[in-house]
């Protein structure tokens, strides 16, 4: 179990030190473009899943768009304060 922060973490660390392996590495590699997509299908994927899934299979698609928007954070050299300022 982890939270907003602690993935967030984790997924610098992975920016920063590019361990062998990693999705995270791979779709920052892609790119702002490809990062935006997964983050409109993931945004999809939740849509249907409220409309017609269980609460399980939605609670996965949230942490998955939850993930793809923040691939898209480090992206675009985005911090958590950025973010935070606005809510
Ligand atoms: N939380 C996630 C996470 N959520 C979603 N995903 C990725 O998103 C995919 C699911 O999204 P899709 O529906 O696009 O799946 P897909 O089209 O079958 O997969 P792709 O071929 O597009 O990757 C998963 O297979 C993962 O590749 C995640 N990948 C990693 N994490 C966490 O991020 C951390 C770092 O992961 P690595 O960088 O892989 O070490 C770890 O704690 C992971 O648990």
């Given at each position: 179990m982890k939270t907003f922060d602690q993935l967030f973490a984790e997924l610098s660390d992975r920016a920063e030190?590019?361990?062998?392996?990693?999705g995270t590495v791979k779709a920052l590699d892609d790119g702002v473009h490809a990062q935006g997509k997964k983050v409109i299908e993931e945004a999809g994927e939740v849509w249907i899943a409220a409309e017609y899934q269980s609460d399980e299979e939605l609670a996965e698609e949230i942490s998955q768009l939850l993930y793809r928007v923040q691939v898209l954070m480090l992206g675009r050299g985005l911090s958590l304060e950025d973010v935070y300022r606005y809510l």
């Open positions: 030190n590019r361990p062998e392996g990693s």
